[in-house]
Every structure is written in C-alpha cells, then in structure tokens.
C-alpha cells in the first residue's frame, strides 16, 4: 500500500530534518515540523511562541501572570484555552497532527507524529537515529559547539524528548517497535536513508 504521510522522528545529531527533506523532495510531498505549532495556535488564534512553550512545559498562565501583574488583567487577557489544563493545548496539538495527516502527501517531521498517527494505515512511521558518538560528532559543524558543549546538548535534548513523549502520549519508554523502520545514520548517508524510506512508501 502506498504511504501518503510520512513522520520522521529523530534524536538529535542523527540528521532527521535533512533525511525529511530529501523524502519530501523526491516525492513531491509538503514538508511540515513548525508549521505544526502555527496551525494550531491559529485555530485558537494564540501566539505560535505560546504554544510552542506548553510542548518545551513552560507553564502559559504562569508566564503572563508574572508579565501582566495581576490576575484580574490576566483573567481579561488571556484566551480561554489558555486559562485550561496545558492537556487541552497538548491535544489541540495532537488534533491539528491528525488533520494535517488527512490532507496527505506530507512528511512530518517531530512533535512524535509517529505516536499521534498510530494505527493508520496511509502512515509509515521512521525513526532515525544514531550513536552518541556520531551524534556528537555532528553537532559542532552544524551548530559551531565544542565537544564538551555538544555532549551536553545532546543529553538535554535527549531528556526532553522522552520527557515530551511521556507527557503528550503516555510512552514511558520508546521502542523499535513503535516505528515501520528504524535507521542507524552511522554509516548512511542521508540520501541512502531516503531512498529506503521513498522505496517503502512507494510499494
């Protein structure tokens, strides 16, 4: 069966965003990772930067509160999404997922669309992925840190995404079996990955 979505989900370092871009392109497919985060907060017409920190788990109301001063004029202020448990923004997140899913041909990359989309049969879910090694390795020439720098971002984003699955779907821990295909970048170029991933979708 054809694919008609593809979710790309990836650890820091591993090359992710370049593998979903190269599937995109061959395929003809729009390529969607932020765009996620504005359509959502456009449907409760909220700040994309708003919406964006309930996912990093800032607190909204916490944030304005402070800002505004008081809670009369937060209370005036903020949207009613804004002022209900962080799970409804969570699922107005995982909501506009799905209907970005629906309008097909796309390739989502982040927000653990793998998760969101389960189940569905027009979807393949990719994890890419590498070692430590390598991923650290990577970092420097991409974001101009040192070695010691890298390490440490690796750990924290490495954190935040089991952190961030937890929180939107409830996995406490993540495994191949949650993805169609799972590929080491170690020793494979990005375009090698996205020939694979192009050649599943296609057959």
Known sequence: MTRTVICVSHATGAGGHEVGRLVADRLGFRLVDEEIVARAAEKENLDPNDLADVERRKSLLERILRDLGSVGDAEAFVPFVLQQDPGSLRALIRQTINET?????????????????????????????????????????????????????????????????????????????????????????????????????SS
């Not at 796309?106 to 989309?117: E, F, K, P, T």
């Not at 049969?121 to 010691?148: F, Y």
């Open 101 to 201: 899913a629906d309008e097909g041909n796309v390739v989502i990359v982040s927000h653990a669309a793998s998760y969101a989309l389960a189940g569905r049969d027009d979807v393949l879910r990719v994890l890419v992925t590498a070692s430590p090694a390598t991923r650290v390795g990577r970092l420097p020439a991409a974001e101009g840190l040192d070695e010691k720098k890298a390490t440490k971002s690796i750990g924290a984003n490495d954190a935040g995404r089991a952190d961030y699955l937890k929180r939107f779907y409830g996995v406490g821990s993540e495994e191949p079996v949650h993805y169609d295909i799972v590929i080491n970048t170690d020793a494979i170029s990005a375009g090698k990955v996205a020939e694979l991933i192009v050649h599943t979708a």
